[in-house]
Protein backbone atom coordinates (compact mmCIF):
# COMPACT_ATOMS: atom_id res chain seq x y z
CA UNK A 1 0.00 0.00 0.00
CA UNK A 2 1.32 3.29 -1.14
CA UNK A 3 1.57 5.93 1.45
CA UNK A 4 -1.16 8.97 1.91
CA UNK A 5 0.08 12.13 0.40
CA UNK A 6 0.50 15.27 2.46
CA UNK A 7 2.23 18.58 1.66
CA UNK A 8 5.49 18.22 2.68
CA UNK A 9 5.52 21.75 4.57
CA UNK A 10 3.27 24.19 5.72
CA UNK A 11 3.77 27.61 7.77
CA UNK A 12 1.85 30.11 9.08
CA UNK A 13 1.85 33.47 11.65
CA UNK A 14 1.26 32.88 15.30
CA UNK A 15 -2.49 33.38 15.81
CA UNK A 16 -3.46 32.07 11.94
CA UNK A 17 -4.88 28.81 11.15
CA UNK A 18 -3.33 26.49 8.51
CA UNK A 19 -4.95 23.47 7.11
CA UNK A 20 -2.75 20.31 6.36
CA UNK A 21 -4.40 17.24 3.44
CA UNK A 22 -3.98 13.62 3.41
CA UNK A 23 -5.07 12.35 -0.09
CA UNK A 24 -5.93 8.33 -0.08
CA UNK A 25 -7.35 6.06 -2.34
CA UNK A 26 -11.25 4.02 -2.03
CA UNK A 27 -9.07 1.25 -0.20
CA UNK A 28 -8.41 3.87 2.74
CA UNK A 29 -9.22 7.42 3.22
CA UNK A 30 -11.88 7.27 0.79
CA UNK A 31 -13.92 4.52 2.28
CA UNK A 32 -13.17 4.26 6.27
CA UNK A 33 -14.02 6.69 8.44
CA UNK A 34 -10.60 5.79 10.60
CA UNK A 35 -8.13 8.73 10.32
CA UNK A 36 -5.88 9.79 12.59
CA UNK A 37 -3.24 12.35 12.86
CA UNK A 38 -0.41 12.38 15.12
CA UNK A 39 2.08 15.34 16.25
CA UNK A 40 5.82 14.69 16.42
CA UNK A 41 8.16 16.85 17.97
CA UNK A 42 12.28 16.72 16.75
CA UNK A 43 13.48 13.78 18.34
CA UNK A 44 10.36 12.37 20.24
CA UNK A 45 7.77 9.94 19.69
CA UNK A 46 4.79 10.95 17.97
CA UNK A 47 1.69 12.04 19.84
CA UNK A 48 -2.48 10.91 18.90
CA UNK A 49 -3.88 14.24 18.53
CA UNK A 50 -6.38 13.44 16.45
CA UNK A 51 -8.95 9.81 15.79
CA UNK A 52 -12.05 8.54 13.87
CA UNK A 53 -11.50 11.22 11.66
CA UNK A 54 -12.72 14.80 14.03
CA UNK A 55 -12.24 13.39 17.81
CA UNK A 56 -9.69 14.22 20.01
CA UNK A 57 -8.52 12.35 22.83
CA UNK A 58 -8.68 13.47 26.12
CA UNK A 59 -6.11 16.44 27.21
CA UNK A 60 -5.51 17.48 23.72
CA UNK A 61 -6.13 21.13 22.88
CA UNK A 62 -9.40 22.20 20.89
CA UNK A 63 -7.44 24.31 18.30
CA UNK A 64 -6.68 20.95 16.54
CA UNK A 65 -9.79 19.63 14.22
CA UNK A 66 -10.39 17.00 11.70
CA UNK A 67 -12.37 16.94 8.61
CA UNK A 68 -12.46 14.27 5.82
CA UNK A 69 -14.26 14.80 2.14
CA UNK A 70 -13.80 12.17 0.02
CA UNK A 71 -10.52 10.50 -0.38
CA UNK A 72 -9.15 13.86 1.41
CA UNK A 73 -8.97 13.88 5.22
CA UNK A 74 -7.74 17.44 6.71
CA UNK A 75 -5.91 18.76 9.93
CA UNK A 76 -6.64 22.14 10.93
CA UNK A 77 -4.86 24.17 13.48
CA UNK A 78 -6.18 27.32 14.82
CA UNK A 79 -4.68 30.28 16.72
CA UNK A 80 -1.48 28.87 15.58
CA UNK A 81 1.22 28.53 18.56
CA UNK A 82 4.82 28.62 18.74
CA UNK A 83 4.57 25.24 20.04
CA UNK A 84 2.74 23.48 16.82
CA UNK A 85 5.70 23.82 14.89
CA UNK A 86 6.29 19.87 14.62
CA UNK A 87 5.95 17.30 11.88
CA UNK A 88 2.46 16.16 11.01
CA UNK A 89 1.42 12.79 10.29
CA UNK A 90 -2.05 11.17 9.21
CA UNK A 91 -3.04 7.23 9.07
CA UNK A 92 -5.72 5.31 7.97
CA UNK A 93 -7.06 1.78 8.15
CA UNK A 94 -6.61 -0.01 4.88
CA UNK A 95 -8.57 -2.79 4.02
CA UNK A 96 -7.37 -5.90 4.71
CA UNK A 97 -6.62 -4.69 8.20
CA UNK A 98 -3.27 -3.10 8.05
CA UNK A 99 -2.19 0.93 8.50
CA UNK A 100 -0.89 3.59 6.26
CA UNK A 101 0.78 6.74 6.77
CA UNK A 102 0.71 9.65 5.65
CA UNK A 103 4.18 11.10 4.20
CA UNK A 104 4.81 13.85 6.65
CA UNK A 105 4.19 17.67 6.88
CA UNK A 106 6.58 20.01 8.48
CA UNK A 107 4.87 23.10 10.41
CA UNK A 108 6.90 26.10 10.33
CA UNK A 109 5.68 29.10 12.58
CA UNK A 110 6.52 31.99 11.20
CA UNK B 1 0.43 5.52 33.24
CA UNK B 2 0.62 3.80 29.96
CA UNK B 3 4.69 2.90 29.30
CA UNK B 4 6.01 0.66 26.51
CA UNK B 5 9.69 -0.30 26.90
CA UNK B 6 11.23 -1.49 23.77
CA UNK B 7 14.36 -3.71 23.87
CA UNK B 8 16.93 -4.98 21.33
CA UNK B 9 18.18 -2.26 18.83
CA UNK B 10 21.62 -2.13 18.03
CA UNK B 11 24.21 -2.56 15.15
CA UNK B 12 23.73 -5.38 12.88
CA UNK B 13 25.38 -7.15 10.11
CA UNK B 14 23.33 -7.31 6.84
CA UNK B 15 21.73 -10.35 6.02
CA UNK B 16 21.65 -11.27 10.02
CA UNK B 17 18.49 -11.51 12.19
CA UNK B 18 17.41 -9.56 15.15
CA UNK B 19 14.49 -10.01 17.64
CA UNK B 20 13.03 -6.45 19.18
CA UNK B 21 10.88 -6.94 22.48
CA UNK B 22 8.59 -4.37 24.34
CA UNK B 23 7.33 -4.67 27.56
CA UNK B 24 4.08 -2.75 27.97
CA UNK B 25 2.51 -1.82 31.44
CA UNK B 26 -0.05 0.78 33.11
CA UNK B 27 -2.97 -0.95 30.88
CA UNK B 28 -4.67 -4.27 30.11
CA UNK B 29 -1.87 -5.53 27.83
CA UNK B 30 -3.75 -8.86 26.57
CA UNK B 31 -6.85 -6.76 26.08
CA UNK B 32 -5.15 -4.45 23.08
CA UNK B 33 -3.84 -4.73 20.15
CA UNK B 34 -0.38 -3.94 19.20
CA UNK B 35 2.00 -3.05 16.60
CA UNK B 36 5.19 -2.20 15.54
CA UNK B 37 6.03 1.81 13.67
CA UNK B 38 9.27 2.28 12.07
CA UNK B 39 10.82 5.69 11.26
CA UNK B 40 14.28 5.49 8.83
CA UNK B 41 16.39 8.36 9.94
CA UNK B 42 15.24 11.91 8.75
CA UNK B 43 12.23 10.06 6.98
CA UNK B 44 8.15 9.74 7.69
CA UNK B 45 6.61 6.84 9.61
CA UNK B 46 5.72 3.32 8.41
CA UNK B 47 3.32 1.16 10.01
CA UNK B 48 5.13 -2.34 9.61
CA UNK B 49 3.05 -5.13 11.55
CA UNK B 50 0.24 -5.21 14.02
CA UNK B 51 -1.37 -8.02 15.83
CA UNK B 52 -4.89 -8.83 18.17
CA UNK B 53 -5.08 -9.36 22.04
CA UNK B 54 -4.61 -12.51 21.83
CA UNK B 55 -1.95 -13.19 19.04
CA UNK B 56 -4.56 -15.32 16.53
CA UNK B 57 -4.58 -12.61 14.30
CA UNK B 58 -1.09 -10.66 12.42
CA UNK B 59 -0.88 -8.38 9.74
CA UNK B 60 2.19 -6.66 7.77
CA UNK B 61 3.19 -4.28 5.29
CA UNK B 62 3.48 -5.47 1.64
CA UNK B 63 7.01 -4.44 1.88
CA UNK B 64 7.70 -6.40 4.46
CA UNK B 65 5.78 -9.51 4.26
CA UNK B 66 7.52 -12.68 4.83
CA UNK B 67 10.74 -11.26 6.73
CA UNK B 68 9.22 -9.88 9.22
CA UNK B 69 7.44 -12.04 12.92
CA UNK B 70 5.21 -10.35 15.29
CA UNK B 71 4.17 -12.44 18.23
CA UNK B 72 3.38 -11.62 21.98
CA UNK B 73 3.33 -13.34 25.01
CA UNK B 74 0.78 -11.95 27.54
CA UNK B 75 1.41 -13.68 30.34
CA UNK B 76 4.87 -11.54 29.95
CA UNK B 77 3.01 -8.02 28.89
CA UNK B 78 5.44 -8.41 25.88
CA UNK B 79 5.14 -7.63 22.29
CA UNK B 80 8.03 -9.08 19.78
CA UNK B 81 9.15 -8.41 16.40
CA UNK B 82 11.85 -10.88 14.78
CA UNK B 83 13.32 -9.59 11.42
CA UNK B 84 15.14 -11.80 9.06
CA UNK B 85 17.46 -11.23 6.53
CA UNK B 86 18.13 -7.27 7.38
CA UNK B 87 18.94 -4.78 4.97
CA UNK B 88 20.51 -1.64 5.27
CA UNK B 89 17.02 -0.21 4.21
CA UNK B 90 15.51 -1.66 7.88
CA UNK B 91 17.51 1.17 9.04
CA UNK B 92 15.16 2.88 11.64
CA UNK B 93 13.74 3.68 14.90
CA UNK B 94 11.38 1.17 15.73
CA UNK B 95 8.53 2.04 18.11
CA UNK B 96 6.10 -0.14 19.93
CA UNK B 97 2.46 0.90 19.93
CA UNK B 98 -0.72 0.30 21.62
CA UNK B 99 -4.25 0.19 19.56
CA UNK B 100 -7.05 1.77 20.44
CA UNK B 101 -9.13 -1.27 20.19
CA UNK B 102 -8.03 -5.13 20.68
CA UNK B 103 -8.47 -5.68 17.19
CA UNK B 104 -5.81 -4.26 14.23
CA UNK B 105 -9.43 -2.31 13.37
CA UNK B 106 -9.40 1.42 14.21
CA UNK B 107 -6.81 3.26 12.42
CA UNK B 108 -5.98 4.71 16.25
CA UNK B 109 -2.71 4.04 17.79
CA UNK B 110 -2.73 5.39 21.31
CA UNK B 111 -0.14 5.39 22.47
CA UNK B 112 4.10 4.77 21.55
CA UNK B 113 7.05 3.86 23.45
CA UNK B 114 10.44 5.56 23.06
CA UNK B 115 11.43 3.58 20.28
CA UNK B 116 14.59 1.57 19.83
CA UNK B 117 17.14 2.09 17.18
CA UNK B 118 18.54 -0.75 14.64
CA UNK B 119 21.73 0.39 12.55
CA UNK B 120 22.35 -2.22 9.71
CA UNK B 121 25.72 -1.94 8.41
CA UNK B 122 28.94 -3.66 7.75
Known amino acids: QSALTQPASVSGSPGQSITISCTGTSSDVGTYNLVSWYQQHPGKAPKLIIYEVTKRPSGISNHFSGSKSGHTASLTISGLQAEDEADYYCCSFVTGNTYVFGTGTKVTVL | EVQLVESGGGLIQPGESLRLSCTGSGFTFRSCAMSWVRQAPGKGLEWVSG????????HYADSVKGRLTISRDNSKTTLYLQINSLRAEDTAVYYC???????????????WGQGTLVTVST
Open chain 2, 51 to 58: IGYDGDTT
Open chain 2, 97 to 111: TKDGGSLIDTGRIEN
